[in-house]
Nanobody
Framework: QVQLVESGGGLVQAGGSLRLSCAAS????????MGWFRQAPGKEREIVAA????????YYADSVKGRFTISRDNAKNTVYLQMNSLKPEDTAVYYC?????????????????WGQGTQVTVSS
């Protein structure tokens, strides 16, 4: 069992930055690839970024490439999402998720554990 708790969401103006954190507890954090997903009202949940166990592989959705950075600190059992140059279309509830795999996967049904989500609102 892995428990995930996100933090760092909030209200920010367009062009601003936020850093999301996701603290994990339970089984060995370093055994899991981690992903950040988001879901806007009326839309399906979508992958934002993912990172492999050792941080050797990362993935970004085209919509966030060059603006967002995913990272992890296995010693602190934490994964981060640095979000820069935020746009109103980034407004969503952001979720972190854990996937017991040596690679990274981009579909939500592959992920075993989920946090409760944190709201990010970007005003224009």
């Amino acid at each position: 069992q892995v428990q995930l708790v996100e933090s760092g969401g909030g209200l920010v103006q367009a062009g601003g930055s936020l850093r999301l954190s996701c603290a994990a507890s339970g089984r060995t954090f370093s055994s899991y690839a981690m992903g950040w997903f988001r879901q806007a009202p009326g839309k399906e949940r979508e992958i934002v970024a993912a990172i492999s166990r050792s941080s050797s592989i990362t993935y970004y959705a085209d919509s966030v490439k060059g603006r967002f950075t995913i990272s992890r600190d296995n010693a602190k059992n934490t994964v981060y999402l640095q979000m820069n140059s935020l746009k109103p279309e980034d407004t969503a509830v952001y979720y972190c998720a854990a996937d017991y795999t040596a690679l990274i996967r981009t579909t939500s049904y592959n992920y075993d554990y989920w946090g409760q989500g944190t709201q990010v609102t970007v005003s224009s």
